[in-house]
Every structure is written in C-alpha cells, then in structure tokens.
C-alpha cells in the first residue's frame, strides 16, 4: 500500500504544496508515495485579484495540472484533523462523511475574513472569497438600475490596510463603469490609522496620498465603523454615512483548522512552524501559506498573509514534507526579499522593497509591473509535467 501526502487546500499554498511535493518523489524515482489534495474544488481561486472587475474570471482550473503531474485530487470539505490516527474526516461532493488516511499532512487551508459581531453587518460585501466578491460585482453593476442619489453614489471600505486601499482606488472606475462618467460619485475609506495609509508604513503613504487626492477618495481617519444598516453606515463618533455599498476589508484570520493541531498560535490564529514548516512537536504536520507563520529571515521578520509568501511557503511544505517520508535533507524556508506592490486604481500603482518599504517605482512603471504579477506571476504553471515540476523548485525565489 502506497504512503500518502495529504494536502488540505489547493490555494497558493495548497497547490504549490503538492507540485513541490511529487516534484522530490519524482527526483527520487519514488513511485511508492501518492499526493493527495483535499478542497472544494480543483481550482485556484485568485484572490489578489478579488478587488478588481470581472471577478467571476479570476478562477485557475487545477484538473489538467494536477493530472499532468499525478496528483490526486479529493473534492470535499475538511471537517476534523485526527493527529493521533493520522486521519482527516471530511465531507465529500455529496454531503457525505468520509475519512482520509495520511502519512504526512500538509495543512494550506488558508484564511477568512472574520467580521466582527456588529449591528447590521450582513448588510457589508467583502472581496475576500469568491463568492463574496462575485456578489458585490452584481451588486455595483445594479446600481444604474437605482435612482440616482447620493446613497446609490457613495461607497464605504471599513479598514485603510492593503486590501481596503486597493478596493477603494478601483472602486471610482468601477461606479462610473455602473453609473455613467458625469455621475457624483464618492468613495470613503473609514480606518482607525491616524494617518492615509498608515498600515503600510511611511514609503508609500506620499504616493497613496496623491492618488486619494487624484481619485477623489475620501478619508476617514481615527475612526471605526460601528453600525452597518442598508442604507449605509454609523461611525463610532456618531457620523452617519449614507451609502448603498459598504465594503469590509478588515479582520483576516486562519482557517479554524489549525485549533485541531495541538501547537502555538498566533492573534491570527496561524501555527508557529520551524524552518522546514514543520509543526513544533508534531512529526507529521506541516503547514504552509495563511495557516503558516514562519521566520523568512535570520532578521526576526516573519511570513504574512500574502500568495508572495504562500507560494514560496507551498514549494517549502509540500518539499518538506515529502523529504521527511523519504528520509532525505529538507529545505529551509527563506525568504529574505519582500516587495509590496500597491493597485492604485486609475492613478498607477506604487512597487517598494524591502520591510521598511521604500518605493523603486510609481504610477504607470509600477502599475505595469503589477499587472504583470496579477495576470502572469501568481497563475498556476502550464499542465506540462516537466515544466511544472521544474517550477516547484523551492530555491526559485518567488522575487528576485
């Protein structure tokens, strides 16, 4: 009976993962060892992509891929990860329960946005899952059908970090598109920083600045949201913003997975892994991309929430885990060059480097650039067996 490597998820991670993972059984002539991934569906959905329109094409078809390369992939829902059996129960395609035996696990199941228990909030969209995203599309196309008035004109984004500043840069093109070019538009972004864009640090808050100025979005700073209705929004000082779309950026945390690995957790919930992404105390799990928080350097940083270090995190995992079943040297995980590169709507967008964020480029430079990375570098490779393997070479630096 052949041994297995299970992988929960095939999002960057998840699939990174297992092509990381046959690609050193495939350097070993291991034909012994099967990969398995269990999701939802056999698709990457590209979530950095979710701000943008035409959302519902944002979707990476992973079947060919994963066939090219002899993975096996299980469609269900992982409900319970049994570390003493080595057993993860799931429910299949149907509804039904079923179980699923592992040798190593690999856990990618990612993260949500969680939105806090405030009045009125199921009246918010997000961009933060597909079907999230999908809905506000439909939503923002449906405005024209509306009267016109300032709540059908206006847009909120709760929360002034990544997510929120490039939801908001693209939201004037997007109602123009919904409303017409000579409608009185207005996109507010309520952020509790003290300061435009003070969630990413002092480098590119001068380019975030001129492109609020240029696109005409509205800050309001200090502040939270603290009632949400259909209509639009209350302020915690008490400010009523009339808005039929509120958007919620903020709050990301970990799949509830990693509450059935006994290990450390950090506030957002991710396991604290060693340098092979291995779980602390667990020989068996390992974890990687949203559900990871990993050292990326001997300087004290640490991995985010971002498909940058999913994808490198992915090849680590998936080679790790495989390494410690065959009983060969694993591979650090490193990652010691970070960029940041920023949508900022019709203005450009702003490329920094390093942890402290200084900008290398802006407007039509960096917005190249980023359309480079959203539509080329973070897709899945062709289904080519040797190609994709190739690729899952965990010492290719996601940037070079």
Not at 181 to 200: F, K, M
Request: a negative charge; aromatic letters at 6%; charged letters at 25%.
């Amino acid at each position: 009976m052949k041994q297995r490597i299970l992988i929960i998820g095939a999002g960057f991670g998840g699939m990174w993962s297992a092509l990381s993972a046959t690609r050193l059984l495939d350097k070993h002539n291991r034909n012994d060892v099967e990969v398995l991934v269990l999701a939802p569906q056999a698709e990457l959905h590209v979530r950095p992509r979710f701000y943008e329109p035409d959302v519902h094409r944002m979707v990476a078809p992973l079947n060919k891929l994963f066939d090219a390369v002899g993975v096996t992939f299980v469609k269900g829902m992982a409900e319970h990860i049994d570390v003493e059996r080595q057993v993860v129960s799931y429910r299949d395609a149907q509804g039904k329960a079923a179980e699923l035996a592992y040798d190593r696990i690999v856990l990618a199941s990612g993260s949500k946005v969680v939105r806090p228990a405030l009045a009125g909030i199921e009246h918010a969209f997000d961009v933060d899952q597909l079907d999230e995203a999908v809905r506000l599309e439909r939503h923002v196309s449906s405005l024209g059908a509306r009267p016109d008035s300032p709540s059908r004109n206006t847009v909120v984004v709760a929360g002034g970090g990544f997510t929120g500043i490039e939801t908001a840069a693209e939201m004037p093109a997007r109602l123009r598109a919904a409303l017409g070019e000579n409608a009185n538009i207005r996109v507010i972004v309520v952020d509790r920083g003290r300061e435009i864009g003070a969630a990413l640090g002092e480098g590119p808050r001068s380019a975030i600045v001129s492109a609020s100025e240029e696109l005409g979005l509205e800050w309001r700073l200090n502040s939270l949201v603290a009632a949400v209705d259909e209509r639009g929004v209350i302020l915690a000082d008490g400010e009523r913003i009339d808005a039929d779309t509120v958007i919620w950026t903020v709050g990301v945390r970990a799949s509830s997975l990693t509450e059935q690995i006994p290990g450390e957790r950090d506030d957002y919930g991710r396991l604290y892994v060693d340098d092979n992404l291995q779980v602390p105390g667990q020989k068996d799990v390992f974890a990687t991309g949203d559900v990871a928080n990993a050292a990326t350097d001997g300087n004290g940083n640490r991995s985010l929430m971002s498909c940058q270090h999913a994808i490198a995190l992915g090849r680590s995992a998936g080679n790790n885990a495989a390494a410690s079943l065959l009983g060969v040297q694993p591979t650090t995980y490193r990652q010691a060059k970070y960029v940041t590169c920023l949508d900022l709507g019709a203005w450009g967008a702003v490329f920094t480097e390093g942890w402290d964020r200084q900008v290398q480029m802006v407007r039509d430079e960096a917005k190249s650039l980023k359309q480079q990375i959203n539509s080329v570098w973070i897709y899945p490779p062709a289904a080519d067996r040797s190609a994709a393997l190739a690729a899952a070479d965990p010492l290719i630096p996601v940037v070079a």
